[in-house]
C-alpha cells in the first residue's frame, strides 16, 4: 500500500531546513525495514524556489510503519514541520510500468 507524508515547514525555519537537508536526504534514501521510499521532493513557495515543506510517498504495509518512519525524520525530530499529514494513497495514473 502507498502512503503520501505532507510535512508544511513552520515559519522562519529555512536556515533549519538547510542545515537539516543533508541529514534528512540520508534518511529517506537509507535502508528501512517496513518502508520503501518511492519519491519525494520538497514543497515550494509561490515564487519557484524556497522550499516549505516536503512530500513524499512510500510504500508499506501498514500505517504504523510510515508513521514510524515518519517520526525518524531528521526534519521531525528537529522541528523543522508546523504540522505532518499522512495519508493512504492510490497510486493510478504515471506508476512506472503500468499504462
Do not use: C
Not at 536556515?15 to 537539516?20: G, H, V
Not at 513557495?45 to 510517498?57: F, K, Q, Y
Amino acid at each position: 500500500m502507498h502512503f503520501v507524508i505532507v510535512g508544511r515547514d513552520r515559519p522562519g525555519a529555512e536556515d533549519l531546513r538547510s542545515k537539516t537537508r543533508p541529514s534528512h536526504r540520508d534518511y529517506i534514501h537509507g535502508s528501512h525495514e517496513n518502508v520503501v521510499l518511492v519519491l519525494a521532493g520538497p514543497l515550494l513557495a509561490p515564487d519557484g524556489r524556497a522550499m516549505t515543506g516536503s512530500l513524499l510517498v512510500v510504500e508499506a504495509e501498514n500505517r504504523e510503519a510510515v508513521e514510524q518512519f515518519s517520526r525518524g525524520d531528521p526534519y521531525r525530530k528537529v522541528g523543522l514541520f508546523a504540522d505532518v499529514q499522512i495519508d493512504a494513497w492510490n497510486w493510478v495514473t504515471g506508476k512506472p510500468g503500468e499504462k
